[in-house]
């Protein structure tokens, strides 16, 4: 089967796309951006709805870029599914086969035993209106596999769901992912999806890909704030010289294992404790810091810390209440060198 | 009497085919495809909407007369003339009737989303396919009411085929026609063929309404 190489290049007004993207036959890659990082505009390039400025598609080792997206062979699922409202579930699933050159018959009866394989049988005769959005995502899904693309692109497949629906949707997409043999490019904006179900991530910010590799890279060495803030980890660029990294003006944390050169650090929320008064003995990162901010966060609340460095700070409600933390009060924060991991940059 | 109200339905009706034939596709890519003086095409298409009838047979007359630019040269190629031919009636009321059914199908194609032709590409379908098989059915609605709208025009045009097509009977007079002579003769007559057409063209728009618009 096909493995996609692209190099998507497009230039709007004020914007522009500049985005390398690989993916082996068989596997998921989820481009995982804030809005307007350029996620969509690169699924539309890729499906031929808009053009390339530069840049050039690989699938399976043909070029693809010049080709008209009814001839690409890519199936899309779009974010709000786009079933056409006239036809039924079956009709719309058998739209593609049909526009192939299979024969009506045919058509329908393979778009039949598509939509019974996902539990859609007693849903073939309905117009998607009269669908839930999962049942709705489901036959989006088959209609967009109907035709046996060589390449699979999904917009945002479970945005439009509520979270109960989201749970079961995404355990079913995690299936269907899995049986399509060619490569499948996923858009998301929820880190949980992009993890749940993609081999391999792809961070696109500002139309340009700053970090790339598998979920346990991502959440454990973040090379971005937006990255450290989607999987829950402060984040800090300095100089390293073995375990000291001065990460801003003369302020140095202490980490574990020793680096060279510049680095990023990332510790969790939750690693950072909080003292009255400058605490005695062990830790040996201790600034002075002042409350900013103080949200609920599950069942802890995420103390905002400004100071040398501005922090988070997760505490648990009792140790808040006894603190007497609120905006303003000054505090003393401490860190165990062993919870902060230092990589290079 | 019944020949002039036969004609009417005729013409009307053919002049409806024509606009249909010629006016979705000309709202398609009004609607749909960006082109230098888009703006001035979309003017000269409503310029029958403002032009009094009369001056727009005459406009015809210049076009498709036996000296006129087209005119001349379908007289020269074919030995053809349109002017005062029931050819000419229904050139004449597709004309005038155009622009009802342009601004109707233009209206329904901006309001239907385009990436419902985006959706059928992915799948396969070529413009012409995605344009009948999903475009077409979604804004079916517009096209039906364009269409009923540029009948309803046609069959009470009036100025343009008297100046393009003349008032021979059988052959180029239709209903307003044979009215507007019968007054000048016969009152009652007039207003006899005037109920008469109003009957008529009443029952069919309420027919095709309820079945076309599912008007309530």
């Known amino acids: 089967m096909s493995a996609l190489d692209a190099h998507l290049v497009v230039r709007r007004d004020g914007f522009t796309l500049d985005a390398e993207l690989r993916a082996a036959a068989g596997e998921v890659v989820a481009l995982l951006g804030p809005n307007g990082a350029g996620k969509t505009t690169a699924l539309r390039a890729l499906a031929g709805l808009v053009a390339l400025d530069d840049g050039h598609i690989e699938l399976g080792g043909e070029r693809i870029d010049g ?85 699979l692109l999904l917009d945002e497949p479970l945005a439009a769901l509520d979270a109960r629906t989201r749970l079961d949707t995404r355990a079913h997409l995690r299936g269907h992912l899995a049986g399509h043999a060619g490569p499948t490019v996923l858009v998301t904006h929820d880190p949980l999806d992009a993890m749940m179900l993609a081999d391999r991530l792809v961070i696109l910010e500002h139309g340009r890909v700053v970090q790339t590799g598998d979920a346990a890279t991502i959440t454990s060495r973040p090379r971005t704030d937006y990255v450290a803030r989607l999987v829950g980890l402060n984040l800090y660029r300095g100089r390293a010289d073995g375990d000291l990294v001065r990460v801003a003006g003369d302020f140095t944390l202490t980490t574990a294992g020793p680096q060279h050169g510049d680095v990023f650090v990332a510790f969790p929320p939750a690693a950072v404790a909080l003292y009255a008064a400058r605490p005695e003995g062990s830790p040996r990162n201790t600034w002075p810091a002042t409350v900013a901010a103080v949200l609920r966060h599950g069942d802890a609340l995420r103390i905002e810390l400004t100071g040398p460095i501005t922090v988070a700070a997760d505490v648990t409600p009792a140790a808040a209440v006894q603190l007497g933390l609120e905006p303003g009060r000054p505090v003393w924060a401490s860190l165990k060198a062993t919870e902060a991991t230092s990589y290079p940059a | 009497m019944l020949a002039a109200l036969r004609l009417s339905l005729l013409t009307a009706t053919l002049a409806t085919a024509a606009c249909l034939l010629l006016g979705v596709p000309l709202a398609w890519m009004l609607a749909r495809v960006p082109f230098r003086g888009r703006r001035l095409v979309r003017a000269l298409v409503t310029v029958p909407l403002v032009l009094p009838p009369v001056v727009g047979g005459v406009a015809l007359l210049l076009v498709f007369g036996r000296r006129g630019l087209v005119g001349g040269w379908l007289d020269a190629t074919f030995g053809f003339s349109l002017p005062f031919t029931t050819a000419g009636v229904v050139v004449a009321e597709a004309f005038v009737a155009m622009p009802f059914l342009v601004i109707s199908v233009e209206g329904a194609l901006r309001g239907a989303d385009a990436r419902y032709e985006e959706a059928a590409a992915t799948l396969g379908a070529s413009r012409w396919t995605a344009f009948r098989r999903v475009t077409l059915p979604l804004i ?7 269409a009923v709208l540029c009948w309803a025009r046609a069959l009470g045009e009036f100025g343009a085929t008297i100046t393009f097509a003349g008032n021979f009977p059988g052959r180029t007079q239709t209903m307003p026609l044979a009215v507007y002579l019968a007054l000048e003769q016969d009152l009652d007559a007039a207003i006899v063929l005037s109920l008469l057409l109003l009957v008529v063209s009443v029952a069919i728009l309420a027919g095709l309404r309820d079945r076309w618009l599912g008007a309530t």
Do not use: M, W
């Not at chain 1, 786009?82 to 009709?91: D, I, Y």
């Not at chain 1, 039949?112 to 989006?140: C, D, I, M, N, Y």
């Open chain 1, 67 to 151: 080709i008209a997206p009814e001839h690409r062979h890519i199936g899309v699922v779009f974010q709000d599914y786009l079933l056409f409202p006239h036809l039924s579930a079956l009709e719309n699933v058998a739209f593609g086969p049909r526009c192939r050159g299979v024969p009506r018959s045919r058509a329908r009866a393979q778009a039949a035993e598509l939509l019974a394989r996902v539990g859609l049988a007693g849903q073939a005769g309905r117009k998607p209106r009269q669908l839930s959005g999962g049942q709705a995502q489901r036959v989006a899904l088959v209609r967009a596999l109907a035709t046996g693309p060589r390449l």
């Open chain 2, 140 to 146: 079916g609605p517009g096209v039906a009411a364009g």
